[in-house]
Nanobody
Framework: QVLLDDSGGGLVQAGDSLRLSCVSTGRPFSRYAMGWFRQAPGKEREFVAAMTSSGGSTSYSEFVKGRFTISRNNAENTVYLQMNNLKPEDTAVYYC????????????????WGQGTQVRVSS
């Protein structure tokens, strides 16, 4: 079992930055690829970014490339999402996810999910 605790959301203005964090407990963090999804009101949950267990490979959705950066600290069992130049359309609940079965290619499908953290970006 892996438990994920994501945090760091808040209300910001367009152009501001936020850093989300997700702390993992349970099974060894270094065995899991980690990623972020988001869900806006009335929309389906969508992929944002992912990183392999070693941190050697990343994947980003087109709408965040160049603005968001995923990183991880295996010593602290934490994955981060640095979000810069935020836009109102980035408003959503952001969820971290973990899977032991993603190696940098194909769809990232978490087996475990965090509870979500709300990000609101005002114009």
């Amino acid at each position: 079992q892996v438990l994920l605790d994501d945090s760091g959301g808040g209300l910001v203005q367009a152009g501001d930055s936020l850093r989300l964090s997700c702390v993992s407990t349970g099974r060894p963090f270094s065995r899991y690829a980690m990623g972020w999804f988001r869900q806006a009101p009335g929309k389906e949950r969508e992929f944002v970014a992912a990183m392999t267990s070693s941190g050697g490979s990343t994947s980003y959705s087109e709408f965040v490339k160049g603005r968001f950066t995923i990183s991880r600290n295996n010593a602290e069992n934490t994955v981060y999402l640095q979000m810069n130049n935020l836009k109102p359309e980035d408003t959503a609940v952001y969820y971290c996810g973990a899977t032991s079965e993603w190696y940098g290619l194909g769809e990232f499908r978490p087996r475990y999910w965090g509870q979500g953290t709300q990000v609101r970006v005002s114009s």
